[in-house]
Nanobody, 114 residues
Framework: QVQLVESGGGLVQAGGSLRLSCVASGTISSINAMGWYRRAPGKEREWVAVIFNSGSRNYADSVKGRFTISGDNAKNTVYLQMNSLKPEDTAVYYC????????WGQGTQVTVSS
């Protein structure tokens, strides 16, 4: 299992940018993929982006072209750069190791105003 801690959320106007961070600790060698998920009020959790050990990355259609997932192995950290933010991006954002099977972060709130 791993422990994950997200940070970087906040309040931003539509069109603005934020960068989320997720720091991992524990059995990091067991991680094959790191992903970002989000949950808006009254809605189910949805997958946002994933990065694999190979470096391959995939994104949900709703964020493709606006968000970028990346990692820094030296810092045991995964990032989500969020550009051109929209009000519909408002949600609590979570990071997960191996699709959540190894652990979930506590979440960080992102609020986009119009």
């Amino acid at each position: 299992q791993v422990q994950l801690v997200e940070s970087g959320g906040g309040l931003v106007q539509a069109g603005g940018s934020l960068r989320l961070s997720c720091v991992a600790s524990g059995t990091i060698s067991s991680i094959n993929a790191m992903g970002w998920y989000r949950r808006a009020p009254g809605k189910e959790r949805e997958w946002v982006a994933v990065i694999f050990n190979s470096g391959s990355r995939n994104y949900a259609d709703s964020v493709k072209g606006r968000f970028t997932i990346s990692g820094d192995n030296a810092k045991n950290t995964v990032y989500l750069q969020m550009n051109s933010l929209k009000p519909e991006d408002t949600a609590v954002y979570y990071c997960a190791a191996n699709w959540g099977s190894l652990g979930w972060g506590q979440g960080t709130q992102v609020t986009v105003s119009s």
